[in-house]
C-alpha cells in the first residue's frame, strides 16, 4: 500500500564510484605505510600486518584502504612531535575532574608537560590499569589505582618505588602525608602509590530529623544503637537509614565488610604465612553480621536497596528521604555544599561499632608509576605536583566550590589550613576523627591473610569473591533469595580461593 | 575409471579437470578477501583462547602461565555458577527473540495499515533500536523503572498502584523488557518488509472470495512472513545471545548473570583466570554451533538456494 | 498489540480504522517516551534530574555545554565524534567492499561448500567478545595497534562482515537469473557485472545492510574502551566518561548520551524507507 518505488540506484552507483575512488586514493597513500608497517613490526605482529598484505594481494577492490586509513590514523596522532607528554589514567569522580581542568593552567604552563587525562567508571578504569601494569601494556606514565591494589602491585614489583623519588624532593614533604594512609599505600617500607584523595566512612544523620523523633545519636555509636535509631525514625516519607545494597566488592562489599569485621566475623583464616586460609563465610559471625545488615536495610532501609550504592544514597539523602546514610567521608563535602538542600543540617558520628573498638573504612584513590612506563621522572614531576600541599592550595583558590571542595583526607597541612577549616568547618574534624580511627592494621578480631585493609581483604582473589558473593547478598536485599542459599554458594566461591 | 581408457581420453578429462579447477577458483576469487579477513582477524584470537583453555593462567594474583590439559573444562562440569548463566543465558535470549519478534510483528502490522502520520510513526518506533546499549540500559534503570524516581513508579503510584522494585525483583525480566524495547523495531523493520512485499492482488482476491480477516492473516500473510520472521530469528538469536551491557548496567549481574557476563567476571571483572575463561567461552562456541546447525536445519528457508555448484 | 486482530472488518471499517490509528499513536508514543525523557533530561540541572519526575522545570543548556567544553587533555566530543565518524565509515567501506565480491561467490556463482562457508562467517559471531579480548589485546599491543584507529577499523570490519555478507547474499538471490546470463554471455568481467547489472537492482539492500554496520559499530563500546583508552577512542567512551562514582550524572548522562545517539538517529530517520525496502529484498524463498 504505501509502496512508494523512487528509483534510486542511480545516485547509488555514483556513491559507489566515488568510494571506489576514494578506495584507490588511499590504496595508494597505503603503499607507503604499510612497508613502514612491515619494518617497524616485529615477528609476532601476526594478525593485523599479514591481513593487510594478505588483502592487497588477493583483493583488488578497496581492502587496500585498510592500510591508508592507518596512515591518515598514524600521523593524526603522533604528529605532535617532541613536546614531554605523558598519559594518565584517572577515575571519573568530581574531584578528579577539578585537576583535569585546572592542569594546563596550573602544572602544563609551568612545566610545559603536556597531560593526557584518560577518564573512566571505576569499573572500566580497574579492568584496563591492572591488565595494563600487569600484563605490560606500557600504555599510561601514572595510573590512579586504590588502596586495594597499591601494596599487592607493590609488592609483585609492578610499580615504582616513590619513596626513591620523594626522598631527594623536599618539597613533597611526604611526611604531611596521614601516616594510615600511606601505611596503607605501601609495602615493605616503600611507597607505591601517593594518595590523591582518601576516605574513611561514618554516619551521617539528619539532626532535626533526629531531634523532632526525639534522638539522640552518641558521637562513637554501635550498630545495635544506630539500628535502634534508624527502626524509630523510619516512615513512610523518609527511611531512617541508607546503606549500600548494590552488587560488587567496592560497594556492598566495602559497606558490609566492615559490618563483617566488627561483628567478629571475616572472609577467611589466615595461614600462618598470611596466605588464604579455610573460608569463613559458613560461620556463625558472618551469617549474624549479614542478617543484621539485611534486616536493617529491609525493616528501615531505603527503598530499593539492592541496587542502590554511593549516589544513590547521596539523592535520597539531599532529598530528605533518608533521615540518616552510612558511607564514605567524602559525602559530607557534597551535603554540604552550597547547592545541597540539606545543606546546615548534618551531623556526623564515627562508623558504628559492636565487637571492635573503631570500624571505618580506609580508601584513597591514588596515583602510581608503573614500573613499565616510558618516562617515570616525567611522571613524577607530574604525579607530585598532583598530590601535592601545593595543588590543595592552589586548587582552593581556583575551584568553582572553593576550599570545601578540594581533595580531603590525604594531608595534615589541608586540616590545619584557616582556609579550610573555615569552609568545612561542619565536617573537617568528624572527618579526621574518622581518618585516624580506621583500623587498617587490625580492623576485625581474627588475623586476616594477604596485606592490611578493612572493608576488604588485602589478596587479590578479594576482588572475585567480593562482587561474586555480593552479588547474591545483593538477591537476599531484593528478597530473591533465601540466606541460607547464598551463604551456602558464597562459602562455595570462597572456598575456591583457599589454600 | 581414468586407468582403462585410452590416452586422448585421458588427456580430454585431465583438460576438463584443468578447466573445472580454473573455473572453482574464477568463483573462489572474489570470495578470498572476505574469508582471508576473517580468517585472520577471528580465527587467530580464537586458536590463542583454545592455547589458554588448556592452561592454568591468572594474572591477578599473578602466576606463571602452566599447561594443565583438560582440567579447565572439568571444571566446567561441576561449576553450578555456569550452569546457572547457562540457564540465564538460553532464559534471556529465547524469551527477548521471542518477544521482540512477537511485538515487532504487532507493530508492524498496525503501521502497514494506513494511519495518519505513518511515516513519523515508523520514525518513533525505529529509535530505540538506535540507542547504546549502555545508554538504554541506564534511561531504563534509573529513570523509567527505579522505584523511587522512575516514571513507571511513579505512574503506578497516581493510578493506586504499590511501587515496585522491578530491577531488584525481577531482574532477569527487566532486561528482557529493555532488550525487547530495543530490538522490537528491528523486528518491525523487517516484518514490514515482507508485509510490503506481498502480493496485494491475491490480497484482494481473497477478500472478494469472502475471507476474513483472520483467515487471510493467518493463512496468507504469515506464510508469506515466514521467511521474514526467520531472518529476523536468526539476527536477533546471533546478537541476543551475546548481551553484555544490559546486564552490566542494570544488575551488576545480580540475579541475571548469562554466559558473557559469567565469563568476562572470570577474566577481566575480577577473576583474571583467562585460563577457565577461555575454556568457558570456547565451550559456548561448541554449543553455539551445534544449536545454530540444527536452528539453521530448522528455518529451512535461510540455507536454501540455486545449487549451481 | 496482540498481532491476530489487526485486520479491519469490512462492516464496521471505518470507526475499527479509526481507533486502531489511535492505538496506534498511543502504543507508538508508548514506546518512544524513554527517548523522549532521556532528551528531556539532558535539558535540566542535576536536581531537577535526580527527584521525582518532573515534566515542567527551566530548561537549560548548560548540560549540554558542559560536555562538549573542550578541555586541554581530555577526550573532548570533536575528538571522538571524529574518531567514531572515521572509525565507522572506513569499516564500513571495506566491509561493503569485501562483502560484496563474497555474496556473489556465495550466491551467483557460488564456489561449492558455500553453506559452510556462509556458516562459518556466521559462526565468528558465537565467541563472546570479552573471551577474546586478551588475545586480541595482546596482538594489538604488540603490533603497535593499540590506540590507533586502525585497530578499531580492522576489528569493526570483522564484527560486521558476516552480517553483511549473510544479508547481500540473500539480496543477490533475488537478482532474476537471466540478466546475469546475458551479462556473462557478452563477456563481462566479474567486476563490471557486479556494477553494471547487480548493484543497481539491490542498491536499497546494500543501503540497509551498510546502514545496519553503521549502526552496530557507532555503539560499540567495549572493544573501543579495551583496545583505545589513551587515543583514538569512539563516542561510546566518551559518553561513559560522564558517569561518575562519587557525584550525580544523571542530567549530564543523558545531554551526552542525546548528542552520541543524533547522528546514527538521524541516519536511521532519513533512511528507513530505503531499509525496508531493502530488507524486503531479502525474501529468502
Known amino acids: 500500500m504505501t509502496r512508494s518505488d523512487r528509483q534510486g540506484p542511480g545516485a547509488w552507483i555514483k556513491l559507489l564510484s566515488l568510494l571506489a575512488a576514494l578506495a584507490v586514493v588511499a590504496a595508494a597513500c597505503g603503499s607507503s605505510a604499510s612497508s613502514d608497517d612491515g619494518a617497524s613490526g616485529d615477528s609476532s605482529d601476526d594478525s593485523a600486518q599479514d591481513d593487510g598484505s594478505g588483502d592487497d594481494g588477493s583483493g583488488d577492490d578497496g581492502s587496500g584502504d585498510d592500510d591508508g586509513s592507518g596512515d591518515d590514523d598514524g600521523s593524526g596522532d603522533d604528529g605532535s612531535g617532541e613536546a614531554r607528554s605523558i598519559n594518565v589514567a584517572i577515575v571519573g569522580n568530581p574531584q578528579m575532574e577539578d585537576i583535569a581542568a585546572l592542569t594546563p593552567e596550573l602544572f602544563t604552563a609551568d612545566t610545559g608537560i603536556e597531560v593526557n587525562y584518560t577518564f573512566l567508571e571505576e569499573q572500566t578504569l580497574r579492568e584496563i590499569v591492572t591488565r595494563d601494569v600487569a600484563a605490560g601494556g606500557d600504555q599510561f606514565d601514572v595510573v590512579m589505582i586504590g588502596m586495594f591494589e597499591a601494596p599487592q602491585f607493590g609488592a609483585e614489583g609492578l610499580l615504582v618505588d616513590l619513596n626513591t623519588y620523594a626522598a631527594g624532593d623536599a618539597d613533597y614533604n611526604v611526611d604531611d602525608i596521614f601516616p594510615a594512609v600511606r601505611g596503607g599505600l605501601s609495602y615493605e617500607g616503600g611507597l607505591y602509590a601517593a594518595p590523591f584523595y582518601a576516605e574513611s566512612s561514618f554516619v551521617m544523620y539528619r539532626e532535626d530529623l533526629l531531634e523532632a523523633a526525639g534522638q539522640t545519636m552518641p558521637d562513637a555509636p554501635t550498630w545495635d544503637e544506630v539500628a535502634a535509631i534508624a527502626r524509630a525514625i523510619d516512615s513512610d516519607e523518609t527511611a531512617g537509614i541508607c546503606l549500600r545494597g548494590k552488587p560488587g566488592w567496592g560497594d556492598l562489599g566495602a559497606a558490609f565488610t566492615t559490618v563483617l569485621n566488627t561483628f567478629g566475623g571475616t572472609w577467611w583464616e589466615a595461614n600462618p604465612d598470611g596466605s588464604i586460609g579455610e573460608a569463613q563465610v559458613d560461620q556463625p559471625e558472618f551469617r549474624e553480621a549479614l542478617e543484621f545488615y539485611v534486616n536493617l536495610v529491609n525493616d528501615a532501609g531505603e527503598d530499593d536497596a539492592a541496587n542502590s550504592s554511593f549516589v544513590e544514597c547521596l539523592n535520597l539523602y539531599q532529598e530528605g528521604k533518608v533521615a540518616m546514610w552510612y558511607d564514605a567521608t567524602v559525602a559530607a563535602g557534597l551535603l554540604e555544599a552550597n547547592d545541597s538542600a540539606v545543606k546546615g543540617l548534618n551531623n556526623f558520628a564515627l562508623a558504628p561499632t559492636k565487637e571492635t573498638d573503631a570500624s571505618g573504612w580506609l580508601w584513597a584513590w591514588s596515583l602510581a608509576i608503573p614500573q613499565n612506563s616510558p618516562d617515570p621522572d616525567t611522571a613524577w614531576e607530574y604525579l607530585s605536583w598532583a598530590t601535592s600541599a601545593e595543588y590543595i592550595a592552589a586548587a582552593g583558590e581556583a575551584l568553582d566550590g572553593g576550599w570545601a571542595a578540594v581533595p580531603p583526607g590525604t594531608r595534615a597541612s589541608t586540616y590545619d589550613n584557616p582556609n579550610y577549616q573555615a569552609a568545612a568547618e561542619a565536617f573537617a574534624q568528624k572527618t579526621l576523627d574518622a581518618m585516624n580511627a580506621a583500623p587498617i592494621d587490625n580492623p576485625g578480631t581474627t588475623p586476616r591473610p594477604g596485606l592490611p585493609g578493612v572493608q576488604y581483604v588485602g589478596v587479590p582473589e578479594f576482588q572475585d569473591v567480593g562482587t561474586r558473593c555480593t552479588e547474591l547478598f545483593s538477591s537476599v536485599i531484593a528478597g530473591n533469595m533465601s540466606i541460607d542459599d547464598a551463604l551456602s554458594d558464597c562459602q562455595d566461591i570462597a572456598s575456591q580461593a583457599s589454600s | 575409471m581414468a586407468t582403462t581408457t585410452p590416452t586422448d581420453v585421458i588427456d580430454r578429462s585431465e583438460e576438463i579437470r584443468r578447466i573445472q579447477r580454473k573455473e572453482k577458483w574464477r568463483r573462489r576469487i572474489p570470495l578470498l578477501p572476505a574469508l582471508l579477513f576473517t580468517i585472520v582477524v577471528t580465527q587467530i584470537p580464537f586458536l590463542f583462547s583454545l592455547y589458554y583453555s588448556v592452561t592454568e593462567w591468572t594474572i591477578r594474583p599473578a602466576r606463571p602461565r602452566t599447561f594443565n590439559g583438560l582440567s579447565n573444562y572439568a571444571e566446567l562440569v561441576t561449576n553450578k555458577f555456569f550452569r546457572d548463566a547457562l540457564l540465564t543465558s538460553v532464559l534471556m535470549t529465547v524469551s527477548s527473540v521471542l518477544l521482540s519478534l512477537l511485538v515487532g510483528t504487532g507493530l508492524a502490522l498496525l503501521l502497514d495499515r494506513k494511519v495518519f502520520g505513518q511515516g513519523f510513526l515508523r520514525t518513533l518506533l525505529i529509535t530505540p533500536f538506535l540507542i547504546m546499549p549502555v545508554v538504554a540500559s541506564q534511561v531504563w534503570s534509573s529513570q523509567m523503572l527505579s522505584r523511587t524516581f522512575g516514571v513507571v513508579n511513579w505512574l503506578l503510584e497516581t493510578v493506586g498502584v504499590d511501587r515496585i522494585e522491578f530491577v531488584s525483583r525481577y531482574p532477569l525480566w527487566s532486561i528482557v523488557l529493555v532488550l525487547v524495547w530495543q530490538w522490537s523495531p528491528f523486528m518491525m523493520l523487517i516484518v514490514l518488509a515482507g508485509l510490503q512485499g506481498q502480493d496485494a492482488s491475491v490480497l484482494e482476491a481473497a477478500r472478494v472470495d469472502g475471507a476474513t480477516s483472520r483467515g487471510i492473516f493467518f493463512q496468507i500473510t504469515l506464510p508469506q512472513l515466514r521467511p521474514y520472521l526467520e531472518l529476523g530469528l536468526l539476527l536477533g538469536s546471533i546478537y541476543l545471545i551475546q548481551v553484555f551491557d544490559h546486564v552490566e548496567v542494570m544488575t551488576g549481574g545480580r540475579g541475571a548473570a548469562n554466559v558473557p557476563y559469567f565469563v568476562y567476571q572470570r577474566s577481566i571483572g575480577g577473576g583474571w583466570s583467562f585460563g577457565q575463561a577461555s575454556a568457558f567461552s570456547i565451550v559456548v562456541v561448541v554449543f553455539s554451533i551445534i544449536i545454530a546447525t540444527f536452528g539453521l536445519r530448522v528455518l529451512s528457508g535461510l540455507l536454501e538456494g540455486e545449487e549451481a555448484a | ?285
Do not use: H
Not at chain 3, 562519587?246 to 552520541?260: C, W
Open chain 3, 1 to 285: 498489540m496482540s498481532g491476530g486482530n489487526t485486520g479491519p472488518v469490512v462492516g464496521a471499517r471505518g470507526l475499527g480504522s479509526f481507533l486502531l490509528g489511535i492505538a496506534t499513536w498511543i502504543i507508538t508514543l508508548l514506546f518512544f517516551f524513554p527517548v523522549f525523557w532521556m532528551v528531556l533530561n539532558g535539558f535540566k540541572e542535576e536536581v531537577d534530574a535526580n527527584t521525582d519526575p518532573k515534566l515542567f522545570f527551566d530548561p537549560t543548556l548548560d548540560r549540554f555545554s558542559e560536555v562538549t567544553e573542550d578541555t586541554t587533555g581530555l577526550l573532548s566530543f570533536s575528538e571522538a565524534f571524529a574518531n567514531s565518524f572515521w572509525s565507522v565509515l572506513i569499516s564500513t567501506i571495506v566491509v561493503m567492499a569485501m562483502a560484496i565480491p563474497a555474496a556473489y561467490a556465495l550466491s551467483i556463482r557460488p564456489v561449492e561448500k558455500w553453506r559452510d562457508v556462509l556458516f562459518f562467517f556466521i559462526s565468528t559471531k558465537f565467541l563472546p567478545i570479552v573471551a577474546a579480548i586478551l588475545p586480541l589485546w595482546i596482538i594489538a599491543r604488540d603490533a603497535g595497534l593499540l590506540n590507533t584507529r586502525l585497530v578499531l577499523i580492522i576489528l569493526y570490519t570483522a564484527m560486521n562482515l558476516p552480517l553483511a555478507v549473510w544479508m547481500l547474499r540473500s539480496f543477490f538471490n533475488e537478482v532474476p537469473k537471466e540478466l546475469i546470463e546475458a551479462a556473462s554471455i557478452d563477456g563481462a568481467k566479474i567486476s563490471s557485472q557486479i556494477r553494471s547489472v547487480i548493484l543497481p537492482i539491490v542498491a536499497p539492500g546494500l543501503a540497509a545492510t551498510a546502514l545496519l554496520c553503521v549502526i552496530f559499530a557507532w555503539n560499540e563500546f567495549f572493544l573501543a574502551v579495551q583496545l583505545n583508552p589513551v587515543d583514538g577512542t569512539t563516542v561510546p567512551v566518551w559518553v561513559q566518561s560522564n558517569v561518575s562514582s562519587r557525584g550525580n550524572f544523571l542530567a549530564k548522562l543523558s545531554a551526552a548520551s542525546t548528542l552520541a545517539t543524533l547522528p546514527v538517529v538521524l541516519a536511521g530517520w532519513v533512511a528507513q524507507k530505503r531499509m525496508i525496502r531493502g530488507l524486503a529484498m531479502g525474501a529468502i524463498k
